[in-house]
């Protein structure tokens, strides 16, 4: 699997993936509003995850009137392994940077 640039919105998106649940999957515009960035940021950054294998994007498969069908994102497994170890090196860099051992106070 290719690796891809990880900036804060990227890690932001990966987030929201890493959070959802079959039940309750994520759609873009779902995933623009808890990840707080625009469409014009998520959507490339959810095409470059998709033909890097992280993730698999699927549409809707039941009508709903008055809206277009949504297309729903799922992290693939390997795709999975490296968004947590992605989220963990992310927090582990912010952890030393700022002194935060997380032991007792």
Known sequence: MASIRLTR?????IKVLVASTPD???WGL????EADLGS???????DRLEQHGWITGYKESEPHPGRPPRRYYELTAA??????????AREARRSRRWGLSGGAA
């Open 40 to 46: 014009g940021t998520v959507y490339p950054i959810l």
């Open 30 to 33: 779902k995933i623009c509003d």
């Open 79 to 88: 795709g999975r392994v490296q968004a947590v170890e992605s989220l963990a």
């Open 9 to 13: 919105p990227t890690l932001e998106v």
């Open 24 to 26: 309750s999957p994520s």
